[in-house]
């Protein structure tokens, strides 16, 4: 079984550009959540998505925004890039909810996202 | 507020001796308690997870981790490090925020294993 894909795992932007990072979960994994690693802030939840439908959101502003398509797959986007924005996405799917079932995650490798 | 505690941001043993990352959690609830490692440039893996049943839990590459309720601790170790056990540990718990489960994750700790 194929684990999760992220694309792209390498990325360099300037401030004020936007960026578009995929995720493909395992199969059959309906949920898809993100998360932003940064070494000051380590792992922060950035959102869920579950059945196409954003489920819980973080602490985080309108810039950081997500979606999920039929098939599972998921987007994250950021517009209007900041210096701080610069980290580790991490995207992880699981069978269920999280919370529900052992709740245990899948992770991707990531993408590394550089902001100059 | 509930929370997931993990003492020590770096932790250095020598190859060959015990490893004990800790952990301590906040819930008002039994928990599902996991602990994750992450390679350089790479996601998170699974190592553990415990959920019900037997609070001596044991997983991948030699680790093991108990449950203990009374102290709200789920520290995970190793008997005999090895160089390659050198990653980020974090364990995580799944926590209730707004009305939603959710895994909530430490802060992580850095083995680093000394030859």
């Known amino acids: 079984k194929a684990g999760v894909t992220q694309t792209p795992r390498y990325l360099i932007k300037t401030r004020g550009q936007q960026v578009t990072l995929s995720c493909s979960p395992i199969?059959?994994?309906?949920?898809v959540s993100w998360y932003q690693q940064t070494p000051g802030q380590g792992l922060q939840f950035l959102f869920e998505y579950f059945s196409e439908t954003q489920r819980n959101k973080g602490n985080f502003p309108g810039r950081f925004s997500g979606r999920q398509f039929s098939n599972s797959r998921s987007e994250m986007n950021v517009s209007t890039l900041e210096l701080g924005d610069s980290a580790l996405y991490l995207c992880?799917?699981?069978?269920?909810?999280?919370?529900?079932?052992?709740?245990?995650?899948?992770f991707g490798e990531g993408s590394r996202l550089t902001v100059l | 507020a509930q929370s997931v505690t993990q003492l020590g941001s770096h932790v250095s043993v020598s190859e060959g001796a015990l490893v004990l990352l800790r952990c301590n959690y906040s819930s008002s609830v039994p928990p599902y308690l996991f602990w994750y490692v992450q390679y350089p440039n790479q996601g998170l893996q699974l190592l553990l997870k415990?959920?019900?049943?037997?609070?001596l839990v044991k997983g991948i590459n030699g680790f093991e981790a108990e449950f203990k309720k009374s102290e709200t601790s789920f520290h995970l170790t190793k008997p005999s490090a090895h160089m390659s056990d050198a990653a980020e540990y974090f364990c995580?718990?799944?926590?209730?925020?707004?009305?939603?489960?959710?895994?909530?994750f430490g802060t992580g700790t850095k083995l680093q294993v000394i030859p």
């Open positions: 992880a799917s699981s069978p269920r909810r999280q919370g529900a079932g052992t709740g245990e995650l899948f």
């Open positions: 415990y959920t019900t049943g037997a609070t």
């Open positions: 199969s059959g994994h309906r949920s």
């Open positions: 995580a718990v799944i926590l209730n925020s707004g009305g939603y489960q959710k895994v909530t």
